[in-house]
Structures are given as C-alpha cells and as structure tokens.
C-alpha cells in the first residue's frame, strides 16, 4: 500500500474514535483511489486499533466516513480485489440458510 500525504493547506482531522489520539498523516495508508475518492487504513500508535476510511471531495467539500476494523493491511488489500456482493447473493443466502433450517426441523419429526 502507498503512504498518503494530505494537501498541507488541509488541517488533518483524523483522531482514533477509541482513544481519541490524533492520527499521524504520513501514517496513513492507501487502500484505494478513484478519481474523487480515497480509502485510507490508519492505526492508532496509542491503542493499536484500525479504522478504514473513505475521504471524496465533491461540489458539497470534502466528506469522510470511516468504520472500526479488525483487519490488517494485508487483509484490506485482499479484500478490496474480491467481487462486490449484489443484494440477489444476500437473498441466495437467506433462502439457503431457511431452507435448511426447515430441512432441520423437519427430521426432528
């Protein structure tokens, strides 16, 4: 993953939401970037937690929304390159697991 260096007129913002520490910017990680868009992992140097974080910049400024993690660097990576899961996979899983439920309590009998 490459370094991210923010722009130097932007005040770094990013504090770990467990311990509040600031997080460092030349610390930060690239996950990802698309024009408009980056996906940032930091570690916090004080509690050693990870957050994943996707910063864009459009006509309403610039917007973050990061989310706590328990992967590592490694695993983000991987991650980033699997298949996006469609709302016809989460239903394909939801009728197998009920169907199998129902198959369950029908040997009971």
Known sequence: ME???????????????????????TE????????????LYFVCSKCKSAII??????ILGIM?????TDLNAAEVDIIKSERIISSDDVIAIYNSLKDRSVKQKAQRF
């Open 3 to 25: 370094r991210f260096y923010p722009n130097l007129d932007l005040k770094f913002f990013a504090k770990c939401p467990l311990c509040n520490k600031q997080y460092n910017p």
């Open 28 to 39: 930060a990680k690239v996950v990802d970037k698309k024009e408009g868009l980056v996906v």
């Open 53 to 58: 974080s996707s910063v864009s910049a459009g």
């Open 64 to 68: 973050a929304v990061s989310m706590i």
